[in-house]
Every structure is written in C-alpha cells, then in structure tokens.
DNA sequence: CTTGATGCAAAACGTTTGCAAGTTT
DNA sequence: AAACTTGCAAACGTTTTGCATCAAG
C-alpha cells in the first residue's frame, strides 16, 4: 500500500526528518484527502486519530513539511492556506460553492502550454513555474432525480 | 485621460456608489500602478495625497470596490493580499524576487485556453474562469553589460 | 435632510513564537 | 545522551468591526 504507515515514515525519515507520531497523523492524513485542506481542517481530523495534539504543531509540521518538499502550500481568495499531498505540477479546481480545492490532471494541457512556452519567451523574464487553477462549480450528480 | 478624476468619479457613480474623496483617492492611485499592491502600501501612498484617510477606511474602500467589480483581488503565496486595478482575464507574473505581481498580456495564450477547452470539458464541473499565474524572475536589463 | 462613508480603537482571525517538558534516534 | 519536537499560552500581522461623527447625494 502506498500510503501505508510505513510508507509514511519512511517518507519523513528520506527528507531526514524525525518520523514523530503528529507527523505521521498529519502527513498520513494528507495523503489520503482528495480535496486540499486547511491548518484547521486537519486539526479537526488529526485529534480524531491523535487527541492531544496540539494546532501549533499542526502548523510547525505542515511548516517542515513544505520545507522539505513533501507537502504543497496551496493559496485561495480566503483567509486560509490549503494544503496539498502532491508536489508535482498539476492543476487545480476551486470550487466556488463549496471552497473545495481538488487537483484535475491533464497531460495535454499541460504540454499545450509548456510547448507554447518552448517558442514563446516573456520579455525579461525567467519562467519558473506555470500555475493554472480553474474556478467553478462542481455539480454533485444525483443517482436519482439529476439535478443537472 | 483615461484615469483622470473626472473619469474616476464616473466610474465610482457608475456603480451606484458614492465618489467620495478616499474612494477617488484609493482608485485613482490604484490605476496609476503597474503593479498590483497591497493594503498597506496603498496606504502609504494615499496617505501622502490625502492626509487622515485611515487603514480602515483603505480596507473598507477596496472591499467595496472589490464587490462592485471595479478592482480584482490577487493572492500570493505572502500572507497579504493585493489590488489589481484590472478586471479582466489577463495573465499574472510573479517575480519571486521583488514579490511584485505585474500583468502579462498574451491574447494568444488566452485563445489557445479557451478553444482547448471548447473541445474538452472537465466532467461535473462547470468552469467559470481560467487563471494563469507565472511564476518566475524578472531580469533588469542594465543599457550596458547586459545581464542576459 | 437622508443615506451612507469615515476614523478611531478594539476585536477578530489565522498563524508564529518562546520556552519548558517530552520523544526520537 | 544529544538533538529535536511538542504543547501551551502569549504575541503577531493583517483584516474586520462597532459606533459616533462627518460628507455626499
């Protein structure tokens, strides 16, 4: 299994961090969320499994982990940082109705626009990084009765 | 002119709000930016132009414009959130050097986005807007010994 | 004159910090 | 045992709020 707890740990202790309980919880957690949670979100989660945990080291371990490339800081029109299990390149739907952030793969787009970018340069301007977040609705089909 | 007070004024009234000197002060600055900036920086400057205006009234005035659609938000990996004078869909560049947010214009990048998705639709979600934020360096050409 | 905007100071909110006590390696 | 992590509560910086005063329509 992927996500296993060992799988976990070892992720934490390849980054050359301490594999600490809290860090487990938290990071173990992430992986298995297909939206991109807040600080507080995953507060409400971890305590669940590990009470007693408190949210400043919710904050101080989602701080190392993006320190150390495990996680993904991920910045919407709210108040609140999101979260991210995934480091790689991909896009995001926001979606307006529920504030949900959930990742949308699509390899073509993604060459569309790093091909794009291949013969295109910005005048003075070194390209890092290319970030592409649709908004919208996301429609919660029914079995029955589609409202759609 | 384009961003004179008179026109200010009129785009103020046009939204059913009142022109009042903070207002035209904060919006007309805001349209003399090539950047996008924050509350605080507005701040700073209007404050030079019209004494007394308050933080508060900085923030109160941008929400409004916010809400009726005269100036965008933009949020950045900071924990501060910037004014866009601009309203319209327009590609951002983020220098993560000076952490300034400048616009790109690239109509063609824009045409490529949208037919791609005419043709290709995200199951369930329906799409309300596309936005593209490059991240990167921008490089100031010396007249001399250029850099690049 | 009526309605809505301003300024102030206080509060709220998410997030960070310092430090003593507790865990991991 | 050494080094690091945790929890707590207090501090922080940005943004919001309540309310009396003031300005715009």
Same mark, same amino acid.
Request: with cysteine; glycine share 4%; aromatic share 8%.
């Given at each position: 299994?992927?996500?296993?707890?060992?799988?976990? *740990?070892?992720?934490?202790?390849?980054?050359?961090? *301490?594999?600490?309980?809290?860090?487990?919880?938290?990071?173990?957690?992430?992986?298995?969320?297909?939206?991109?949670?807040?600080?507080? %979100?995953?507060?409400?989660?971890?305590?669940? *499994?590990?009470?007693?945990?408190?949210?400043?080291?919710?904050?101080?371990?989602?701080?190392?982990? $993006? =320190? @150390?490339?495990? $996680?993904?800081?991920?910045?919407? +029109? %709210? +108040?609140?940082?999101?979260?991210?299990?995934?480091? +790689?390149?991909?896009?995001?739907?926001?979606?307006?109705?529920? @504030?949900?952030?959930?990742?949308? %793969?699509?390899? %073509?787009?993604?060459?569309?626009?790093?091909?794009?970018? *291949?013969?295109?340069?910005?005048? +003075?301007?070194?390209?890092? =990084?290319?970030?592409? @977040?649709?908004?919208?609705?996301? =429609?919660?089909?029914?079995?029955?009765? @589609?409202?759609?």
């Amino acid at each position: 299994m992927q996500n296993s707890i060992e799988h976990i *740990k070892q992720s934490l202790q390849g980054a050359g961090i *301490k594999a600490t309980l809290p860090r487990i919880g938290i990071y173990q957690l992430l992986s298995t969320f297909k939206h991109h949670p807040s600080a507080e %979100e995953l507060y409400q989660k971890v305590s669940k *499994k590990y009470p007693g945990v408190s949210l400043a080291t919710i904050y101080k371990t989602l701080e190392v982990l $993006v =320190q @150390n490339k495990l $996680v993904n800081k991920v910045v919407t +029109d %709210e +108040d609140k940082v999101r979260y991210d299990f995934r480091t +790689d390149q991909h896009i995001h739907l926001y979606c307006q109705k529920t @504030n949900k952030i959930t990742d949308y %793969e699509d390899p %073509e787009l993604d060459d569309l626009i790093s091909n794009y970018f *291949k013969s295109k340069s910005i005048p +003075d301007f070194i390209i890092k =990084q290319i970030q592409i @977040n649709i908004q919208g609705e996301k =429609q919660h089909i029914k079995t029955k009765k @589609n409202k759609l």
